[in-house]
């Protein structure tokens, strides 16, 4: 049996998509490394996925779907995936070749123990190449390190630490126990994978590697400000889906309960500033019906998110206040590195 499949969508990728593969490579034959092609039609990326499929059968799996998206190549990745774990691997992004090695190990030393994990956490790093910067986001301060764990094992997390699509590796069996689909041609939908799941997560293990190399600042990036606000409504369908997904004020797991309210928080935090910021009536609009249909859903998960730090500042609706909460926002994008 595969260790761990990492599933990697292309969108036309063919300048970047090798540099995701090689990384992956040195974990030898007990990856699966799926290159889900979402339709790409302007490349080659066809002609390298399969190139790289028939120079290593036994590793890599090339899939052809018709457009549909990251989310929907996701989707595809995980059904196509075999392996005992399941990460995604933007094709603009890469692994750390000798921090995989030891997660390889860390594997292997679950299977011969006959340990279940359900969602392995490694570090990432915010890879600013066109000014030659990186920044690290670790968990240090929050979980124990290389040791199985529970949520209530973990610390308090602070502000710019988040559970996202890069610092995760889950059993693949829990992602599809949880049944999780991501939407179609929809930008965003990593918060989704990086939320929705943790309910089904009880055991952790958190290795202080630098695994994931997130590369940032790419001209047409997806998380590019003016890029975001353009497609603003697709943030909102993936915050809207956030708030549907689960019942979080339910869940009897505290310390789990209160991460999902922290990371729902900064997620509307980022849909109402974008609204803001975008300027226009209709999309101010908007941020009032987000907030609106998040006190519909859930009178208690909109309290805990509006009583928050972020939450009550979120509610500034004087030019005075606005203004307040996009200055905010711009000074915690040069602090964190984001964007």
């Known amino acids: 049996m595969k260790l761990l499949s990492v599933a990697i969508p292309c969108y036309n990728s063919a300048e970047y998509m090798g540099k995701a593969i090689e990384s992956c490579l040195v974990f030898g034959d007990r990856i699966e490394i799926i290159i889900v092609d979402d339709g790409s039609q302007k490349d080659n990326t066809q002609e390298i996925g399969k190139m790289y499929e028939s120079k290593y059968p036994d590793v890599v799996k090339y899939v052809y779907q018709e457009n549909g998206g990251h989310g929907q190549a996701v989707n595809t990745g ?10 995604v691997l933007d094709s603009d992004d890469w692994l750390d070749k000798n921090s995989l090695l030891k997660v390889k190990s860390a594997m ?17 790093v915010y890879e600013k190449t066109s000014e030659n910067k990186s920044r690290v986001i670790k968990y240090t301060n929050i979980m124990p390190q290389n040791k199985i764990f529970t949520w209530s094992d973990t610390n308090k997390f602070l502000p710019h630490q988040n559970l996202l699509m890069h610092s995760l590796i889950y059993r693949t069996q829990l992602l599809k126990d949880c049944g999780i689909k991501l939407p179609k041609h929809t930008f ?24 994931y190399r997130y590369y940032i600042g790419r001209e047409g990036q997806s998380v590019n400000e003016k890029i975001m606000i353009s497609r603003i409504d697709q943030q909102l369908r993936v915050n809207k889906i956030m708030i549907d997904c689960c019942d979080v004020m339910s869940l009897q797991d505290k310390k ?6 922290k990371y729902l928080t900064m997620i509307t935090t980022v849909s109402t500033v974008l609204l803001i910021k975008s ?20 009178i208690k998960l909109y309290n805990a998110v509006k009583h928050s730090f972020l939450g009550r500042c979120m509610q500034f609706d004087s030019v005075i206040g606005k203004k ?7 000074i915690s994008q040069k602090i964190f590195g984001f964007n």
């Open 108 to 124: 292997e030393l679950f299977e011969a123990h006959q340990k279940q994990v359900d969602m392995i956490i490694c570090n990432y």
């Open 188 to 211: 965003y939908v990593d918060n989704i994978f990086a939320y929705q799941p943790l309910p089904y997560v009880n055991t952790m293990y958190y290795m202080d590697l630098d695994l």
């Open 78 to 87: 995980l059904e196509n995936a075999t392996g005992m774990y399941f990460k």
């Open 256 to 261: 789990c309960r209160d991460y999902m309210v």
């Open 279 to 298: 300027g226009t009536t209709e999309n101010l609009c908007k941020k009032y019906q987000l907030w609106n249909y998040l006190k519909n859903k859930d």
């Open 324 to 330: 307040l909460v996009t200055t905010g926002y711009s």
